[in-house]
């Protein structure tokens, strides 16, 4: 076994400062402040960014390739630590609103992302396995911290057995293909199927398909997506933001290196349903958004839909669909975790205003806000010149390319129908009167912060896209 | 065509963001101010657009000031930017309107400047759609132009308003969506036929299409443009739109806003699709005519003056599209000179109901009449743009009338015969509803005290009369323009009825316009 901690190097950086969090905070007296473990994490967050800009590049692998560092692996551990920090931004003041005890809940935080870049650089799926155990114990527990929420605990408990159940669909999936290929080590896999393609025994594909529906759980595409609204509602609000992003790029990554890309000689077994499920996340997902009244819960819904068009670049395939997965992703990461941080910035500790009405006129009392909220809201929908748009033109460009030209138009298509319920929101804030509650920068200043780097990059992948899309692909190519 | 620096035209449309960007930062107690520097903001605009007409060479039809930067070169994106004869006009129209509209809205109380920011950032929308000449470009304007206007209706229009705004942003985002669709299609064969990646227009106009891929690819490009223009039985939104608009909302959608669903026709979907183009004729020529007339017949029974001037826009926009469809000089000279023609008239008309309804909240014609006796400077005006309106010989919107007639009726004069009806239901609606409001007693004690224009609103009306009265008697400098760009756009189309120079027949039309 050949020990190389390099492609680790960011992985451990975070394991170290969340165990240096979870100790210290036994060493504070149960009264004292514990606001500066959130700064602890952030700097390790942000040394970890730092090491990982670092080893951009290099391509090596690690204990027998079990885990392997590439530029993919790296760009999916940047925006993880991305929209780590920018939940952790957002905790800071909202923790303390809803009595959640914090020094746990940063410790947790990070063992979630070492999880996830862990289930991006894994070329085992035994390896994968245990970064999404890691990821999904911690956003388990994530989700019910609310102690005081009898909501929290339901949406913890939906979570837990939902999340369960996926993993014996990916356990039992793992299982099949090793009894199939000899090996649970991605490359000796794509080896065998790349030798022996006419000799499948039926079980291989149907653990293939095994591990597609865990995967379809793990990112809330239909019809898997029941646990979703709950289990989001239900969450504290920066968990929330975290888990639909963070965790839906981790299963995405996961998706990508192990489905599309290494044991892509199977695509042609599951692209039809693949298909199938696309189209129905998407548009069921926007269907059920335009019916709901609480925010949170449209964002739920607008989640689902929006892994119905992430699932467009898998439909399409590695070659042309690579790119813009990864594009889609980042631009995603930042508009989603922005409204989900605005919403976060609303919440009181007896009064979680998530509803359209306490956002009625927020835009006029609070204009940086609303400025925010309405520019997350215009960049979901897909309005240029925003991050969103980028993604999604190059989502369906890459189904036009690779000749599905029917899922390119159905997709544009549930973007008119998404308009519906993104502008409700910008109906609310400046076409309604009300008395929203907004707080001012000064009360909060972190959230602000988070909300504004939100805005930052959604601008930015909006107007200046040729360097993140030079990324993307050159983390794509790096798949090996 | 090599790589240039920044040049006129993204300076056009950098002032207004730098503007919006200036006022987001002024305190918004002092309206007057924040007024004052938009007004100045719009008004080096149009000082800016007016050096563009200066600099511009008449006799070439190709595109002029063209830049090109790099955006996303891995995929053949850049930002191009040109302007020619077509498109040169528009843009002018469109920096005189924003400058007049802000002066309009100096009644609004209301969260000015939210209100100032959206104006100008809509103008850079319209102008960059405009000048915009990479397929990319064009559709990052044409949908951002609709976040400021979806604002403007849906938080300063009227009751209806959050509906009428989401229509309108509904309609046209079904319509762009697909055309989004087919532009990645089209780069995409582009790139499979003559192996260079592009969204450069100049580039893929030459490209050869089977006529299905023509056929599937204009249909998607001319729903977008006909829900914008927009054409029978697309403009259900139009008359919710501008009733729910305030005044400034209403004269820049009348006004340039429409007119970006037919230059999207002429600069896009037509020469890039010839072959579907003339193949569609048939259909688009019908519901144009159709739209002429039914916009007629509808705006004839309203009560409300504002949606009887917006089911007119229905019926004027079939003319331009009739003219288009003739695929002859004259016909799309005249569609293109109607476009600016009606963008001056109903943009008058709405400022004047505007204008009006600012003093009585009322906007109903039974509210009205005898208004002559009160308001008699308000009365001649609105005489002057409405004859406008109507076409009447000697006033811009003739001209446009006549050439779109002379060029329709040589290639189909049955549908030009029933289009001709048209522009005299136009009479009759318009008439009516003068005489119903201006002349007849004094009726109702309301109108008795109502005051006439005051220094502002003879200011902003003012430029657009001078304009009416110019562009009827002396049309030669702006259709000697025009015509360089119309021949060459024409050039790409198969088969092509070229006549005389259409500013030869406006001669012709001098002579015959007694006999209408």
């Known amino acids: 076994m050949d020990v190389n901690l390099l492609p680790l190097l960011p992985a451990i950086q975070v394991l170290l400062t969340a165990l240096v969090v979870m100790l210290r905070d036994l060493f504070i007296e149960e009264d004292k402040p514990r606001g500066y473990l959130a700064f602890l994490s952030l700097i390790g967050i942000g040394l970890a960014a730092a090491e990982a800009v670092a080893l951009w590049g290099a391509q090596e692998t690690a204990f027998s390739d079990s885990i392997v560092l590439d530029n993919f692996a790296l760009f999916f551990a940047l925006i993880f630590l991305l929209v780590g920090a920018l939940t952790i931004l957002s905790s800071i003041h909202y923790v303390q609103q809803v009595a959640i005890h914090e020094g746990e809940y940063y410790a947790l935080i990070l063992f979630a992302i070492l999880g996830m870049m ?7 799926l035994l390896v994968f396995f245990l970064g999404l155990e890691t990821m999904s114990v911690a956003v388990y527990v994530l989700t019910g911290m609310w102690r005081g929420s009898a909501r929290s605990s339901e949406a913890a408990m939906k979570y837990f057995l939902m999340g369960a159940f996926a993993t014996g669909f990916l356990l039992y999936g793992i299982a099949l293909i090793y009894g199939a290929t000899g090996s649970t080590n991605l490359n000796s896999i794509a080896d065998y199927l790349l030798e022996q393609p006419a000799e499948w025994p039926l079980y ?16 809330g595409a239909v019809p898997f997506h029941f646990w979703v609204p709950d289990v989001y509602d239900g969450a504290p609000t920066p968990v929330t933001g975290f888990m639909s992003v963070a965790v839906k790029a981790a299963a ?7 489905l599309t890309h290494k044991l892509s000689p199977l695509e042609s077994d599951w692209v039809f349903p693949l298909w199938i499920l696309a189209i129905a996340t998407m548009t069921l997902g926007n269907l059920l958004a335009i019916g709901q009244s609480s925010v949170k819960r449209m964002l739920a819904y607008s989640s689902i839909a929006h892994a119905g068009y992430l699932l467009i670049p898998i439909v399409v395939g590695e070659e042309w669909g690579g790119m813009p997965l990864l594009f889609y992703v980042a631009a995603y990461a930042f508009m989603t975790f922005g409204a989900f941080a605005v919403l976060s910035s609303l919440a009181e500790s007896d009064n979680p205003r998530e509803s359209y009405r306490d956002f009625a006129g927020l835009g006029f009392k609070r204009p940086l806000l609303g400025f925010a909220m309405s520019l997350f809201m215009l960049s979901l929908a897909g309005f240029p010149p925003l991050g969103g748009f980028v993604g999604k033109f190059y989502v369906f460009r890459s189904a036009v390319l690779a000749g599905y030209l029917g899922l390119a138009i159905i997709g544009v298509l549930n973007s008119v129908l998404s308009v519906v319920y993104y502008l409700r929101v910008i109906v609310a804030m400046y076409m309604e009167e009300g008395g929203a509650e907004g707080k001012s920068f000064s009360q909060l200043p972190f959230v602000y912060t988070a909300i504004i780097l939100a805005v930052i990059g959604t601008l930015y992948l909006g107007i200046m896209p040729a360097a993140t899309l030079d990324w993307s692909r050159s983390a794509f190519s790096s798949l090996q | 065509m090599s790589a240039l620096a920044i040049g006129n035209l993204s300076f056009l449309l950098a002032i207004p963001v730098i503007g919006a960007a200036l006022l987001a930062l002024l305190p918004r107690r002092n309206s007057q101010a924040l007024f004052t520097v938009a007004l100045i903001v719009s008004g080096i605009d149009f000082l800016w657009s007016i050096k563009i007409l200066s600099g ?22 850049e930002y191009i930017v040109g302007i020619d004869g077509i498109s040169l006009f528009l843009v002018l129209l469109t920096t005189l309107l924003m400058p007049i509209a802000i002066l309009a809205s100096w009644s609004v109380q209301d969260r000015v400047k939210e209100y100032l920011v959206f104006m100008l950032l809509l103008e850079t929308g319209m102008l960059g759609a405009f000048v915009a000449l990479d397929l990319f470009l064009f559709y990052v304007f044409w949908e951002v132009m609709l976040v400021p206007m979806y604002f403007l209706i849906g938080v300063w229009g009227g009751t209806r308003r959050i509906y009428a705004a989401l229509k309108f942003v509904i309609y046209t985002m079904a319509g762009s969506l697909l055309m989004l669709v087919a532009i990645i299609y089209l780069a995409a064969r582009h790139a499979e036929l003559e192996q260079v990646l592009t969204f450069d227009l100049l580039k893929l106009y030459g490209m050869s299409l089977s006529f299905d891929q023509q056929a599937w690819l204009f249909c998607a490009f001319a729903l977008s443009f006909a829900i914008k223009v ?4 697309f403009h259900t939104w139009l008359p919710d739109a501008h009733v729910e608009a305030p005044t400034a909302g209403s004269v820049i959608l009348a006004g340039v806003l429409l007119k970006l669903g037919t230059y999207g026709f002429l600069r896009f979907a037509m020469p890039l699709f010839p072959d579907a183009a003339l193949a569609a004729a048939p259909i688009i020529v019908a519901l144009a005519v159709i739209g002429i007339i039914y916009g007629a017949a509808v705006a004839m029974m309203q009560s409300d003056i504002k949606k009887l001037v917006a089911y007119s826009s229905v019926s004027h926009l079939g003319f331009v599209m009739l003219g288009l469809f003739a695929f002859n000089t004259q016909g799309v000279q005249g569609a293109i000179y109607q476009m600016i023609s009606h963008g001056l008239s109903t943009g008058a008309l709405f400022l004047l109901v505007g204008m009006i309804y600012e003093r009585r909240h009322t906007r109903m014609i039974d509210d009205f009449g005898g ?34 007639l002379l060029g329709a009726f040589g290639v189909m004069p049955l549908w030009t015969a029933a289009a001709a009806t048209g522009v005299i239901l136009g009479a009759v609606y318009m008439l009516w509803m003068y005489r119903r409001v201006v002349f007849g007693p004094l009726k109702n004690p309301a109108n008795e005290k109502l005051t006439d224009l005051n220094t502002r609103e003879l200011l902003l009306l003012a430029p657009i009369v001078i304009l009416i009265v110019l562009m009827g008697v002396y049309p030669r400098p702006f259709l000697q323009r025009i015509e360089p760009a119309v021949a060459l756009t024409l050039k790409k189309f198969p088969v092509v009825v070229t006549t005389q120079a259409g500013a030869d027949s406006i001669a012709g039309a001098e002579h015959s316009k007694h006999g209408r």
């Open chain 2, 230 to 233: 927009p054409l029978f039985p």
């Open chain 2, 371 to 404: 208004l002559w006796k009160v308001i008699p400077l308000f009365s001649v005006i609105l005489l002057v743009v409405m004859f406008s309106s109507i076409g009447l010989p000697g006033l811009n919107g003739f001209v446009g009338e006549f050439l779109i």
């Open chain 2, 56 to 77: 511009f060479d008449a006799g070439n039809g190709a595109m002029q000031f063209l830049e090109r930067i790099p955006w996303m070169p891995a995929f053949g994106i």
């Open chain 1, 204 to 219: 291989l594909i149907g653990g293939g398909f095994l591990l597609l529906v865990g995967f379809a759980f793990k990112v």
């Open chain 1, 252 to 258: 995405f990554a996961a998706w990508a290196r192990i």
């Open chain 1, 118 to 124: 862990i289930m991006a650089a894994a070329n085992d």
